[in-house]
């Protein structure tokens, strides 16, 4: 049962340009969201969150959009690095007692060139 | 602050042997969690404590799985015996408990081959 999607196995896009990462939900009761970004042999970071109380959220180069009646969320960067080339994880908490049980997505490589 | 520390970054072992995956979670974080790993599944929570005490485990595949955490500094997911099918990237993180301001914090991960 896959409550978080990430359709979009790889993305390629040129340097300077925007990135878009989408992500699906089913879970209506689903009340926060979180991307993490994850290089080779490393461990996922956290990158960017949103509360279902907000539709946006900005952090420097980073937005997150969440559309709750379409229960999408999105990433957007811009603009884009070589450097953000990392495999990118949508996740929400998965029940109560806190917000870290969480359900990741099965990620999106995305690959900046120059 | 050093991170979160996994050991040992690379296992390889044979089937039926037992593995012992090691992790320090950062100074101060009260909840830990055991991840993992793999192409079919993707990142999936196997087990998660608060202040050294199990919470939820219901990841945990089987019985062949076991974890501890004797103390706020040191936790371990040990596999016996195991096998082929373990083959995953084990991923340890800690965070303050219930803490929106407080994201996961993993580590580099534990790279587990069954042989």
């Known amino acids: 049962d896959q409550q978080v999607k990430q359709n979009s196995p790889s993305l390629s896009v040129q340097e300077g340009r925007i990135s878009i990462l989408n992500c699906d939900y089913t879970?209506?009761?689903?009340?926060?969201f979180l991307w993490y970004k994850k290089y080779p042999a490393e461990g996922p970071t956290f990158l960017i969150s949103?509360?279902?109380?907000?539709d946006k959220n900005e952090d420097g180069r980073f937005t997150v959009f969440l559309n709750k009646s379409a229960k999408h969320l999105s990433l957007h960067i811009v603009p884009s690095q070589p450097g953000d080339s990392a495999v990118y994880f949508c996740a929400a908490p998965r029940g109560p007692g806190g917000y870290n049980k969480l359900i990741f997505g099965a990620g999106t490589r995305l690959a900046v060139h120059p | 602050d050093a991170g979160v520390i996994q050991s040992p970054r690379h296992e390889v072992t044979e089937m039926g042997q037992e593995v012992t995956l090691r992790c320090k979670p950062i100074s101060g974080h009260n909840s830990l969690f055991w991840y993992r790993q793999t192409m079919m599944r993707g990142l999936e929570l196997l087990i998660y404590f608060n202040n050294n005490v199990p919470i939820d485990d219901s990841g945990m595949p089987e019985d062949r799985f076991s974890a501890k955490m004797p103390n706020a500094s040191f936790s371990t997911l040990k596999i016996q015996p195991s096998e082929p099918r373990d083959s995953a990237v084990y991923f340890c993180?800690?965070?303050?408990?219930?803490?929106?301001?407080?994201?996961?914090?993993f580590g580099n991960g534990t790279r587990l081959t069954v042989t």
């Open positions: 949103i509360s279902s109380i907000k």
């Open positions: 993180a800690s965070s303050l408990w219930v803490s929106i301001n407080s994201p996961l914090h």
């Open positions: 879970n209506s009761m689903f009340d926060y």
